[in-house]
């Protein structure tokens, strides 16, 4: 998994707010309070993000999103669930995917209006080969978005406490446990695949409940 940049999240909120906000159309940059200060305090840090920004499918809702990046296979993988009273998104995308990235940013945003809960939710944004979640003090880290009701805004090193980072790593942990179980799945099925046929490798893996919500993959009525 070289190259593996990930970006995790849970955010607080009640089954018909997850279910909402699948159907809320991702926002601009300005649903972030300081969009171009992503990797300020950070791995990154003096890098700016406003190009970044002009990539991403503003207007494309959660459930499309994440209904197109189940079905393709090979260039990344997606956890995205509503579990014990929160979403929860684990993504991983071979490379620095722009459009991949700032576009789950701004959707992550815009559940803040869905939140149920007062304090700050961090969403991560990292590279590691192995693709898990590193301790607090990893010098690693590329962003922390902290997610409120309102707006939210990049938080930088300095700003965040390491505890509340060791929170946020640790709510994390079932949701990176789910991408691993479906890294393995992914993995077992390609070595048993009869490549030799010529034909293309495919999956409904990543389709499983325990790896999307049924609700994203389910057409709403128009």
């Known amino acids: 998994m070289s190259d593996g940049f990930m970006v995790a999240a849970r955010i607080a909120m009640?089954?018909?707010?997850?279910?909402r906000w699948l159907d809320t159309p991702a926002p601009g940059p300005d649903a972030i309070a300081n969009p171009g200060e992503m990797f300020d305090g950070w791995f990154w840090d003096g890098r700016r993000a406003d190009t970044g920004w002009r990539n991403a499918a503003v207007g494309v809702t959660p459930r499309d999103f994440f209904a197109e990046r189940v079905r393709r296979v090979g260039s990344g993988a997606s956890v995205l669930l509503y579990r014990e009273?929160?979403?929860?998104?684990?993504?991983?995308?071979?490379?620095y995917v722009e459009r991949e990235v700032h576009t789950a940013l701004l959707m992550f945003a815009a559940a803040g209006a869905f939140k149920t809960e007062p304090a700050s939710d961090a969403v991560l944004f990292w590279a590691e080969a192995g693709g898990g979640l590193r301790e607090p003090d990893w010098r690693g880290w590329l962003a922390v978005l902290s997610v409120d009701e309102d707006?939210?805004?990049?938080?930088?090193?300095?700003?965040?406490?390491?505890?509340?980072?060791?929170?946020?790593?640790?709510?994390?942990?079932?949701?990176?446990?789910?991408?691993?179980?479906?890294?393995?799945?992914?993995?077992?099925?390609?070595?048993s695949w009869d490549w030799e046929s010529g034909e293309a490798f495919t999956t409904t893996t990543p389709r499983d409940e325990l790896f999307v919500d049924p609700e994203v993959l389910r057409r709403p009525e128009r």
């Open 85 to 95: 009273g929160a979403l929860e998104a684990y993504l991983f995308d071979v490379g």
């Open 14 to 19: 009640t089954r018909e707010g997850f279910d």
């Open 151 to 191: 707006l939210s805004r990049f938080t930088p090193a300095s700003g965040l406490p390491r505890a509340a980072l060791a929170d946020s790593i640790a709510a994390l942990r079932p949701v990176e446990d789910r991408f691993f179980q479906l890294v393995e799945r992914l993995g077992e099925e390609e070595e």
